[in-house]
């Protein structure tokens, strides 16, 4: 999604880097590029700009065994960006780019880039809020803040598998 954009999108390409280069010090990014994280990790020298994936809630209503269907799931992406514009440019592009569908993969040794099994669907709804450290802004006072956490976006979305 960041490395090719939609061209309508107006977004240049990004320079997508892993957990690895986030922890490497001598790693150099080349700009323009966005780290993108799905793990907690130990503290380490904030590099910016960063995406954090987090799966807030991951419901099953079983009814076969074995049957992936009816899992319904919570997804928020943490956006930081260097700036707000920064932040605002990540979280709008992938609020409005993301798609209607997610590749569910399987990861093996021999097959390390994954194997689709199945596609599952994104909710209509795709909501981008600003964060702050007591949670959303809207409809409350922010906290003084400052540093990385001042250009924090949250975008969320749910993701329902095998409809």
Do not use: C
Not at 15 to 26: A, K, L
Not at 44 to 61: A, G
């Amino acid at each position: 999604m960041f490395e090719s954009p939609d061209a309508g999108s107006g977004l240049t390409a990004y320079n997508v880097y892993n957990e690895t280069e986030y922890r490497d010090d001598t790693h150099v990014e080349a700009f323009p590029f966005v780290y993108i994280i799905d793990s907690d990790i130990l503290p380490v020298i904030t590099k910016l700009p960063l995406i954090v994936i987090e799966v807030l809630r991951y419901r099953k209503e079983s009814f076969e065994l074995g049957n992936r269907s009816g899992r319904q799931i919570r997804v928020y992406l943490h956006v930081f960006g260097r700036t707000r514009a920064d932040r605002d440019d990540m979280a709008g592009f992938i609020a409005d780019y993301f798609g209607n569908s997610l590749s569910i993969k399987t990861y093996t040794q021999s097959v390390p880039a994954g194997t689709e099994v199945e596609k599952a669907l994104v909710g209509d709804r795709i909501d981008v809020e600003q964060m702050s450290i007591s949670g959303p802004v809207e409809g409350r006072d922010m906290v003084e803040i400052g540093g990385s956490i001042l250009n924090w976006n949250r975008v969320a979305l749910d993701i329902d598998t095998k409809l």
